[in-house]
């Protein structure tokens, strides 16, 4: 998943310290009533997006119908009867899309009826993720009102961000995403950043560091260009494209720390935690705390009430392996009839074998638990089987900088 505040928590790879002995631990098929709990819900007002990013992987972004209010009383009904919900709060993620394209006057009527059930006003915490181009003072005022969390999508400087992020004219987006930047500054909002790092990046870590840094910048999260959906290849579909993440990576890394650690970068966060803490993302049974991974953690929720679970990258997809990866429809099926679904059967036990794989060949998979299953969806083919770029990228090689870092400190290389 690839917002910043499911932000600078939403990278589905944790990491650690290095131990080839790990085995995963099988999952049932829950029953209802079971203590599972919701982590994130995902819900997609309308596919919507005001922009044409070359590089989206979401499908019909031109289709402007919205989400009815009774379709939103309903899912929320779904997700309230069926025990689900707590006993912590859920993020409830609003990702279309571009979030903001659907008027500030519809999330009023929607809050209202999340607000109308017990708890939930509680429950919910409430974030955006958006391209920040449509933000003005209203927003704000709504935005604070409420405690939304914001992550702002924004690339770099405007020659690495113009460079993709475009309106369908096919013009740059930079000057308006920073318009928004402004505005929620001088609403003191606070927000966080997920940039995608393509090709273009590559050659200019000091840049994008820099302009970060520049601006005030404190939360961070690189989304290296992956293949999903529709976007059906990258721009850095080659080995050799690996070392230069690598090396950006590391020269991110090390600027950073030179200037003190002014920007928490998610990636580095996640390793330094993870070899601070060993085990944080596991529960005492050893399973790995992973919404992405665990049956019906997750549930994402199109405008028509069609839901999914696992990755949400997939709703909506075509996929040729599992079909239209819709397990249901919230208007009529309740959220436990999924796990009586074949497709989600198939999931289920996919994910499961490839996190299998993970723990048999992976020397990561103790801070890891098998990552992300769109990408190994999208990368493999399969979810039954285990490494992929994506994690190379965003869990192996920040976790080597660290630990390379690390060990300079303490003089432990020759
Ligand atoms: S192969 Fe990749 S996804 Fe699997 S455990 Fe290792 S780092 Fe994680």
């Not at 689900?84 to 929607?110: D, I, M, Q, T």
Request: charged letters at 25%; a negative charge; one cysteine or more.
């Amino acid at each position: 998943m690839k917002t910043s505040q499911a932000n600078l928590a939403d990278q589905s790879c944790g990491s650690g310290a290095a131990c080839g002995c790990a085995t995963a631990p099988e999952t049932e098929i829950p029953d209802q009533g079971e203590a599972l709990s919701l982590a994130v819900l995902v819900i997609q007002p309308s596919p919507f997006c005001n922009l044409d990013c070359d590089y989206c992987y979401l499908p019909n972004r031109t289709d402007t119908r919205r989400m009815e209010m009774p379709v939103l009383e309903k899912v929320m009904s779904r997700v309230f009867e069926s025990g689900l919900a707590g006993p912590h709060p859920f993020s409830l993620l609003w990702h279309a899309g571009e979030p903001l394209a659907v008027p500030l006057k519809w999330y009023r009527e929607a809050f209202a009826v999340i607000d109308s059930f017990p708890g939930g006003r509680q429950m919910a915490m409430h974030n955006f993720q958006t391209n920040g181009t449509l933000l003005n003072d209203e927003w704000c005022d709504f935005i604070k009102e409420r405690g939304i969390e914001v992550g702002l999508s924004l690339d770099g400087p405007d020659f690495i961000h113009d460079a993709h992020r475009k309106t369908r004219k096919g013009q740059g987006t930079h000057a308006k995403v920073m318009k928004g930047l402004e505005t929620l500054r001088r609403n003191e909002i606070n927000f966080g950043v997920v940039a995608v790092v393509s090709e273009e990046s590559l050659d200019h870590p000091d840049a994008i560091y820099e302009f970060f840094r520049d601006n005030g910048i404190d939360g961070l999260g690189f989304n290296i260009e992956e293949v999903e959906g529709i976007n059906e290849s990258s721009s850095l579909d080659s080995l050799e494209n690996e070392d230069r993440v690598r090396g950006f990576l590391r020269q991110v890394y090390l600027r950073n720390k030179a200037d003190g650690n002014p920007i928490r970068i998610r990636e580095f966060e996640t390793a330094w935690e993870n070899i601070l803490q060993p085990r944080l993302n596991q529960s005492p049974d050893g399973r790995y705390l992973n919404a992405e991974v665990e049956p019906l953690g997750m549930i994402n929720v199109d405008c028509f009430g069609n839901f999914s679970s696992f990755s949400p990258e997939l709703l909506g997809q075509a996929t040729e392996k599992y079909g239209s990866f819709t397990f249901g429809n919230l208007i009529k099926d309740r959220i436990f009839d999924a796990t009586a679904n074949e497709a989600f059967q198939q999931v289920l036990a996919d994910i499961e074998s490839g996190n299998r794989k993970c723990a048999e060949s992976c020397e990561f998979y103790q801070y890891c638990g098998g990552a992300s299953p769109s990408n190994k969806y999208y990368e493999n083919g399969t979810f039954d089987s285990s490494e992929t770029r994506h994690c190379r990228s965003m869990v192996q090689m920040p976790l080597e900088i660290v630990l390379e870092d690390l060990e300079d400190d303490l003089q432990l290389t020759n």
